[in-house]
C-alpha cells in the first residue's frame, strides 16, 4: 500500500495508463482477428466487394496501430512490424 501522497498518485496513473493500453491492445487484437476472417472469405471468393472489405478493415487496423503508437502503448518498430506482416498476408492473397 502507498504510503504518501506521491505514491497513491502514481498508483493511480498507473491504473489510468493500463486501461488505456488494454483499450488500444484488446482493439488491435480483435481488429486482426477480423482481418484475417475477411482474408479467408477473400482468398475462397475472389470478389471485389470482398476485397473493398479487406481493405476497409485493414485501414482500421492501420489506424488503431497508429493510434495506439502516437500515444506510446506500441513501440514504433513494434507497431511497423505489425503493420508489415498485415500487409504481406494481405499480398500473398
Known amino acids: 500500500m502507498a504510503n504518501n501522497k506521491s505514491a497513491e498518485k502514481r498508483i493511480d496513473i498507473a491504473k489510468r495508463n493500463r486501461l488505456k493500453n488494454r483499450y488500444y491492445k484488446s482493439s488491435v487484437r480483435t481488429l486482426i482477428k477480423m482481418f484475417f476472417q475477411n482474408l479467408e472469405i477473400y482468398k475462397s471468393s475472389k470478389s471485389p466487394e470482398d476485397k ?4 476497409k478493415t485493414l485501414s482500421s487496423v492501420y489506424s488503431m496501430i497508429d493510434k495506439g503508437t502516437k500515444k506510446n502503448v506500441y513501440h514504433k518498430n513494434t507497431a511497423a512490424r505489425k503493420k508489415s506482416q498485415l500487409a504481406a498476408y494481405l499480398k500473398t492473397a
Open 52 to 55: 473493398e472489405k479487406l481493405q
